[in-house]
């Protein structure tokens, strides 16, 4: 029971269904091959940061003196840039461009598996529900996000290239949106802070 109230809002926050448009968008026209590579690459990043940050998270922004509304605003300000990028850049064949050696990393791991939102929960069901219940928690839901973009192949079989591109675009709009919503709370934070 612990565990399941730890683990719902986290999975609220890592949206693993929500998150799949987004990395259709990514990683369309990646080959499957180079796809599966970016999928573990996404899971091992988001991981590794997650269980990082539950560790040291709180003594390392306390003593630079980074709060989680600055958190968000710079999450939201890079994954700004990438929905940007995304919607007026792209290459002679239409996809996105990016670099397919690190997307796994930047930008599905972090921040879009695990981006300011999962970081300021972690940090409070941590002081809820301790250390380890919050490890567990995280890494079930990363897990999950990484089979859920692990069936995302079958999604762009049903949509088809023409469906996949306009859906593409639409996502990248959403992304640009949801970055624009964690700039907004940050800022909103920062000024509940000074108030």
Not at 92 to 103: F, Y
């Amino acid at each position: 029971m612990i565990f399941f109230l730890c683990f719902i809002p986290l999975f609220t926050a890592v949206d693993p269904l929500g998150n799949l448009p987004v990395f259709l968008s990514l990683t369309a026209g990646v080959p499957p091959a180079r796809l599966n590579k970016i999928i573990i690459q996404s899971v091992i990043t988001a991981l590794a940061v997650a269980i990082v940050f539950v560790i040291v998270g709180k003594s390392l922004l306390h003593y630079m003196g980074i709060s989680v509304g600055d958190f968000l605003i710079a999450g939201g300000g890079l994954m700004f840039i990438l929905a940007l990028k995304d919607l007026v850049a792209s290459n002679e064949s239409g996809q996105p461009t990016h670099d397919h050696d690190t997307l796994g990393a930047v930008p599905l791991g972090v921040p879009l598996i695990v981006g300011p939102g999962v970081l300021a929960a972690t940090l409070v069901l941590q002081a809820q529900y301790g250390l380890w219940m919050t490890i567990l928690a995280t890494v079930a839901n990363i897990l999950i996000t990484g089979v859920a973009f692990w069936q995302s192949r079958l999604i762009i079989r049903i949509l088809g290239k023409a469906g996949s591109k306009a859906f593409s675009k639409i996502t990248s709009l959403l992304l640009a949106a949801i970055a624009v919503m964690f700039i907004r709370r940050g800022i909103f934070m920062l000024m509940n802070q000074a108030g």
